[in-house]
Nanobody
Framework: VQLQASGGGLVQAGGSLRLSCAAS????????MGWFRQAPGKEREFVST????????YYRDSVKGRFTISRDNAKKTVYLQMNSLKPEDTAVYYC?????????????????WGQGTLVTVSS
Protein backbone atom coordinates (compact mmCIF):
# COMPACT_ATOMS: atom_id res chain seq x y z
CA VAL A 1 0.00 0.00 0.00
CA GLN A 2 1.25 3.46 -0.90
CA LEU A 3 -0.11 6.95 -0.43
CA GLN A 4 2.13 9.49 -2.11
CA ALA A 5 1.36 13.08 -1.17
CA SER A 6 2.71 15.98 -3.22
CA GLY A 7 2.09 19.63 -3.98
CA GLY A 8 3.38 21.26 -0.84
CA GLY A 9 5.66 24.26 -0.91
CA LEU A 10 6.23 27.83 0.21
CA VAL A 11 3.47 30.34 -0.46
CA GLN A 12 2.62 33.81 0.76
CA ALA A 13 -0.40 34.44 2.93
CA GLY A 14 -3.49 34.69 0.77
CA GLY A 15 -2.07 32.34 -1.82
CA SER A 16 -3.19 28.90 -2.95
CA LEU A 17 -1.81 25.40 -3.19
CA ARG A 18 -3.25 22.14 -4.43
CA LEU A 19 -2.17 18.97 -2.71
CA SER A 20 -2.46 15.59 -4.38
CA CYS A 21 -2.29 12.11 -2.94
CA ALA A 22 -1.84 9.18 -5.30
CA ALA A 23 -2.89 5.80 -3.94
CA SER A 24 -1.90 2.28 -4.85
CA UNK A 25 -2.07 -1.20 -3.40
CA UNK A 26 -5.67 -1.14 -2.20
CA UNK A 27 -9.17 -0.69 -3.62
CA UNK A 28 -9.17 3.11 -3.59
CA UNK A 29 -12.78 3.50 -4.66
CA UNK A 30 -14.09 1.76 -1.55
CA UNK A 31 -12.15 3.83 0.99
CA UNK A 32 -12.94 7.13 2.58
CA MET A 33 -9.98 9.49 2.30
CA GLY A 34 -8.78 12.18 4.65
CA TRP A 35 -6.24 14.94 5.03
CA PHE A 36 -4.53 15.70 8.31
CA ARG A 37 -1.82 18.15 9.25
CA GLN A 38 0.81 18.47 11.91
CA ALA A 39 2.49 21.74 12.80
CA PRO A 40 5.86 21.80 14.61
CA GLY A 41 5.40 20.94 18.27
CA LYS A 42 1.72 20.17 17.86
CA GLU A 43 -0.39 17.06 17.55
CA ARG A 44 -1.65 15.83 14.23
CA GLU A 45 -5.09 17.28 13.51
CA PHE A 46 -7.92 16.50 11.16
CA VAL A 47 -8.38 18.76 8.15
CA SER A 48 -10.93 17.18 5.83
CA THR A 49 -12.46 13.91 4.73
CA UNK A 50 -14.37 12.65 1.70
CA UNK A 51 -16.50 9.57 1.20
CA UNK A 52 -15.70 6.92 -1.38
CA UNK A 53 -18.40 8.29 -3.72
CA UNK A 54 -17.58 11.98 -3.05
CA UNK A 55 -21.14 12.42 -1.79
CA UNK A 56 -19.99 13.44 1.69
CA UNK A 57 -17.26 15.87 2.68
CA TYR A 58 -16.38 17.30 6.05
CA TYR A 59 -13.94 19.99 7.19
CA ARG A 60 -12.51 21.35 10.37
CA ASP A 61 -14.03 24.72 11.14
CA SER A 62 -10.85 26.73 10.55
CA VAL A 63 -10.59 25.68 6.89
CA LYS A 64 -14.26 25.75 5.89
CA GLY A 65 -14.79 27.98 2.91
CA ARG A 66 -11.07 28.02 2.08
CA PHE A 67 -10.19 24.36 1.47
CA THR A 68 -11.90 21.91 -0.86
CA ILE A 69 -11.37 18.16 -0.85
CA SER A 70 -12.08 16.10 -3.96
CA ARG A 71 -11.16 12.77 -5.46
CA ASP A 72 -10.83 11.02 -8.79
CA ASN A 73 -11.41 7.31 -8.33
CA ALA A 74 -10.28 6.54 -11.87
CA LYS A 75 -6.91 8.14 -11.13
CA LYS A 76 -6.85 6.82 -7.53
CA THR A 77 -6.05 10.30 -6.33
CA VAL A 78 -7.42 12.62 -3.66
CA TYR A 79 -6.87 16.37 -3.75
CA LEU A 80 -6.94 19.24 -1.32
CA GLN A 81 -7.35 22.67 -2.88
CA MET A 82 -6.22 25.26 -0.36
CA ASN A 83 -7.08 28.92 -0.96
CA SER A 84 -6.64 32.05 1.13
CA LEU A 85 -3.83 30.38 3.00
CA LYS A 86 -2.82 31.72 6.39
CA PRO A 87 0.43 31.36 8.33
CA GLU A 88 -1.41 29.12 10.81
CA ASP A 89 -1.96 26.63 7.97
CA THR A 90 1.77 25.91 7.98
CA ALA A 91 2.24 22.20 8.66
CA VAL A 92 3.12 18.86 7.18
CA TYR A 93 0.00 17.60 5.45
CA TYR A 94 -0.77 13.88 5.39
CA CYS A 95 -3.30 11.92 3.41
CA UNK A 96 -4.88 8.81 4.84
CA UNK A 97 -7.35 6.09 3.89
CA UNK A 98 -9.98 4.24 5.91
CA UNK A 99 -12.68 1.62 5.50
CA UNK A 100 -14.53 3.04 8.52
CA UNK A 101 -17.43 5.11 7.20
CA UNK A 102 -18.14 7.40 10.14
CA UNK A 103 -18.13 11.02 9.01
CA UNK A 104 -16.19 12.34 12.00
CA UNK A 105 -13.24 9.97 12.25
CA UNK A 106 -10.12 10.18 14.37
CA UNK A 107 -6.57 9.25 13.43
CA UNK A 108 -7.08 5.77 14.89
CA UNK A 109 -9.89 5.11 12.39
CA UNK A 110 -7.50 5.35 9.45
CA UNK A 111 -5.88 2.25 8.00
CA UNK A 112 -3.19 3.72 5.76
CA TRP A 113 -1.09 6.89 5.88
CA GLY A 114 1.09 8.74 3.41
CA GLN A 115 4.46 10.29 4.11
CA GLY A 116 3.38 13.93 4.23
CA THR A 117 4.10 17.07 2.26
CA LEU A 118 5.24 20.34 3.82
CA VAL A 119 3.18 23.48 3.40
CA THR A 120 4.75 26.74 4.56
CA VAL A 121 2.74 29.96 4.50
CA SER A 122 4.71 33.15 5.00
CA SER A 123 3.18 36.31 6.38
Amino acid sequence: VQLQASGGGLVQAGGSLRLSCAASGFTFGTYWMGWFRQAPGKEREFVSTISWSSSTTYYRDSVKGRFTISRDNAKKTVYLQMNSLKPEDTAVYYCAARRNRVVVATTSDYDYWGQGTLVTVSS
